[in-house]
């Protein structure tokens, strides 16, 4: 059962099956995939295959040239902020001791605080 919901997660399409549901023909997809730099899974014989995200990501810019008129220059430049908005912190910098009656070792907010400054570093690097 386990196995059957990682492949409903994982579900992958093929050129045709994303140009189908964009409703815009493959070879803008090949266009799009080198002017913005994105990734594609290949097999092991050079097809392409594409997951949810990568058919969310063409749908906005298809949004941003076709709707919206973005050129691709300003199409990219948005699609850099929509990501830097996504990957900002929403903690703040330090973890305050609450201000209660339980009383909490001051080593616990050490290791939050140690392991906030770790998660942020895995995070610049991504």
Aim: a positive charge; glycine letters at 4%; proline letters at 3%.
């Amino acid at each position: 059962m386990q196995n059957q919901k990682t492949n409903m997660k994982q579900k992958k399409f093929r050129i045709g099956e994303l140009s189908e549901k964009l409703k815009i023909k493959k070879f803008v997809i090949r266009f799009w995939e080198k002017e913005f730099e994105l990734k594609s899974d290949r097999s092991g014989g050079g097809q392409r295959f594409y997951t949810q995200d990568d058919l969310n990501t063409f749908n906005l810019i298809k949004e941003l040239l076709y709707k919206k008129k973005f050129t691709i220059p300003g199409a990219k430049k948005e699609l850099q902020t929509l990501k830097n908005k996504k990957l900002k912190p929403a903690i703040s910098e330090k973890f305050e001791e609450p201000k209660n009656d339980i009383e909490i070792p001051k080593e616990f907010f050490i290791q939050l605080n140690k392991l906030k400054k770790q998660l942020l570093n895995l995070k610049e690097q991504l």
